[in-house]
Antibody, heavy 114, light 107 residues
């Protein structure tokens, strides 16, 4: 099970940190991702952290977002800086055993607006 | 970046009828193709991976086929619980990319 938290309303240029608490499996042994969905739109992959701690980002967030994890808490994070209006979306964490997503959280809404 | 194009955007089908959804990749993705089902207010749910392997919990009326650049999701006899949005996703190349989705609605 994956449970996200940390979403909310933030002004453009602001920061927010999302959390995703996992249960039933070990975050550090899996490829963990963030996927977002703008209101009424489709899905967009954002970032991944592999078991070996390698990380990758979509070009749209590279340099602004940082994915990380806390193995002791079995929790995934997404630090989002320099937020833009176009970052407004529901953010899902998802496990990806082979780059397809077999387990998803319920999502947390991030709204970037002045 | 590989662009995934789904068609049609909306498919109106009567319960019990067959639904055929298409997904096209801008370049070959081999069999590295997944399908997801998303119902209103819910998270996406893995339906198919490896282009044709059904995920746990989905019945045999869901069939995935294709390879390379052309893929199809077929729902042989639509049930009420199948009305949803379906997304395809390629995982052959970075970045991972999704199609825009096909909404299957009741006719």
């Amino acid at each position: 099970q994956l449970v996200e938290s940390g979403g909310g309303l933030v002004q453009p240029g602001g920061s927010l940190r999302l959390s995703c608490a996992a249960s039933g499996f070990t975050v550090s042994a899996n490829a963990m991702n963030w996927v977002r969905q703008a209101p009424g739109k489709g899905l967009e992959w954002v970032s991944v952290i592999y078991g070996g701690a390698n990380t990758y980002y979509a070009d749209s967030v590279k340099g602004r977002f940082t994915i990380s994890r806390d193995n002791s808490k079995n929790t995934l994070y997404l630090q989002m800086n320099s937020l833009r209006v176009e970052d407004t979306a529901v953010y899902y964490c998802a496990r990806a055993p082979a780059n397809w997503f077999d387990s998803w959280g319920q999502g947390t809404l991030v709204t970037v607006s002045s | 970046e590989i662009v995934m194009t789904q068609s049609p955007a909306t498919l109106s089908v009567s319960p019990g009828e067959r639904a055929t959804l298409s997904c096209r990749a801008s370049q070959s993705v081999g069999s590295y193709l997944a399908w997801y089902q998303q119902k209103p207010g819910q998270s996406p749910r893995l339906l198919i991976y490896g282009a044709s392997t059904r995920a746990t919990g989905f019945p045999a009326r869901f069939t995935g086929s294709g390879s390379g650049t052309e893929f199809t999701l077929t729902i042989s006899s639509l049930q009420s619980e199948d009305f949803a949005v379906y997304y395809c996703q390629q995982y052959n190349n970075w970045p991972l990319t999704f199609g825009g989705g096909t909404k299957v609605e009741i006719k």
